[in-house]
């Protein structure tokens, strides 16, 4: 079990609107490098005109896709650092018109409706690393 951990006070707070028909993953990702944050984390509310969610399982993602609108009911993730690229990992809950709500991880193929609107928080003076775990072969942090 890993000690380590990190620490760094809040740097900046960026608040962005993301646009109709943009992928969510990628305009979250492209917000976070145009600031230059390499470390924070982020919330995020808006609509979308369909998801992409996945449930991590036997160590892949399985797909829940949703094709109608939904609403985000919640969106919230981190920003760090795959061999110097920006990475953004993200669970978000979005419920369609009935109320029925579907959550996961944050995939590519969620197109924004009317917008969205994000919140980055910087962590400020810090570079935060992913690393490949053997274990479960995916990329961690190094904290």
């Not at 079990?1 to 305009?27: C, N």
């Not at 829940?64 to 061999?83: A, D, H, M, Q, R």
Request: charged fraction near 25%; glycine fraction near 6%; aromatic fraction near 6%.
């Amino acid at each position: 079990m890993s000690m380590k951990t990190h620490e760094s006070k809040i740097g900046r707070i960026v608040f962005a609107r993301l646009s109709e028909d943009e992928g969510l993953l990628e305009a979250i990702t492209l917000r976070a490098k145009r600031a230059r944050i390499s470390a924070g984390f982020f919330i995020l509310i808006g609509a979308l005109k369909k998801a992409k969610l996945g449930f991590y399982h036997e160590e892949e993602y399985k797909p829940i896709e949703i094709s109608e609108p939904v609403e985000i009911v919640s969106c919230i993730g981190n920003i760090s650092l795959k061999e110097q690229e920006v990475i953004v990992h993200a669970h978000i809950a979005v419920s369609n018109k009935k109320g029925e709500t579907f959550g996961g991880h944050l995939l590519s193929g969620c197109v924004v409706s009317v917008n969205a609107e994000l919140v980055l928080i910087e962590a400020a003076d810090l570079k935060l690393q992913r690393v490949p775990d053997e274990k479960t072969k995916l990329y961690l942090w190094d904290a």
